[in-house]
């Protein structure tokens, strides 16, 4: 395994423009949101405060975990199409794979570059964003929401494990990111309107976006974590079983 | 508009790839899915002690109206337009640039607004037939358990609605013009629309805000989930949502035709 080449990747990943997209989307995402917020009309507060659940960070955090995740799942994407969609989008896939370098070593380490960056600019734009929020509304228990955040880390390597194999077949970057962010969505939406359908229920355990919504609530996780770090164990290795055996 | 160009022949043939493609299967599922939730959860959602039910409250409390309201403005349907709308146009230009394959096609008979009038035009028609291919059936499915929903309210949001997603579609072409990754162009136009729903979300918050609101499509497109329809009104606010459209077409064609390629 190849360092400097990881070290060279995740630098890379660090510095481009979807790492600073992320951060500046996550700390915009914060601002607005927990103004919308603080200036809500009693009315609404009164519901949202009701509708966060008990072990929640405070209403910013149900807001954030309930809606604003949805559309940052964009994010968590952009970072999954790096391991092979971006290079097959430059046209050096083949250059790449030309080296004295199995596949599997290939794939290992551009997954510990993507994987690696990502963690870095979602722990770096966790941090802005409940800064912020913290900043703007006050009740918010920052350490409790940052805490959270680290926790959902599992649910978010699957959402990149899952753009990764859709990348083996696809290849090209755009039908990547749009196959990988819809069907997170779908995921994501389906375990809400079930929760809006059914308040207070636990969301399945096969549903691996709704972890989030576990962790915020203070419902049991083992199982679901266990359910969550299987697909995306799986995921990866089926993915990469194919894209080894792929005709590139 | 050039001899050479069969303009209507090139457009429906672009509308059609457009439509039979991966991103046209994801816009059909994501629309259906919608409309499939707007209709079997419009009771749960639309209770009084639930966030929702109080945002309806808030937001309108009158009962004939409470789900044109919930379906169109509350989340779903306006989220279906910002998200599927550009599927069909954030890599026009910067996915061309990218397959360098914008010489070979500039080679041919046709000008740069052509290349770019065919875009958009491809692209607000393939929009145009699945967001109403889908709301359509979808009126039919959801009348029976909201009666009093009229086909005159529907339709008319449906078609300001519609006019939204144009101005999405005009906005996403420019960002598809400047930039020259199709990721990129992906990220930007998606979470500007975003955030651009914003203002519109917390109109009723403050002064400021319905102050605020009123200079984004969003407030026009959505106004008939709250109000009476008149005929005058109507006109007058989609005339206004494409005069919020033009000014990001004529730039992305402006700086089209100036880009050395």
Redesign the interface.
Known sequence: MNLQLIILDTKSMLLS??AI?SII?LA??AL?FAA?VE???E??R???ES?APEGSAGVFEYIWFEDVLK?LL??VV?FG?FMISDLE?DGTLDINLARPESRANFLVRRTISAVLSFIIVFIAGSLVAGIIAWAIMGDLDLLLFIAHQLMIVPMLLFVLALTFFFSVP?RN???T???GF?SS??LS?TYS?GL??N?GSEPSIFNPLALGYRVMAGQPLAEALVVVLAATVVLFLVGAAWFVKKDV | MDSKVNFPVIVWKRTMNLIFS??GL?AL??SI?MVI?GAY?ID??MESS??????I??FNNRPDMQFQWFFFDGALMKLVTI?TAP?FIF?AVS?DK?GERIGILLSRPITRTQYMLINLVSATLAFGILFFGTLIPGYFAIQPQVPELTAGAYLATCSLMFLLGFFVLCVALLISTISK????S???A??MF??LM?PN??K???DA?MSLSKITPHYYASYFTTHDITAGYFVGYAVIIVLFALPFLALAIMKFRNEDL
């Open positions: 423009k979807r997209y989307f915009i995402f607005a919308m200036f809500s009309p009315g609404l009164t519901a949202l509708a559309l964009l994010m952009s199409a989008d696809l970057i755009t039908y990111v749009l196959a819809a969505l779908f939406f309107f809006m359908a308040p | 991966i991103r994801i599922l994501m899915y939730a959860l749960v959602l639930t966030v929702y039910g109080e945002l409250t808030l998200f599927l890599d996915g990218k990754s199709n990721l990129i992906f990220i930007i998606f979470g975003s955030f914003l979300a917390v009723y918050n403050s805000f």
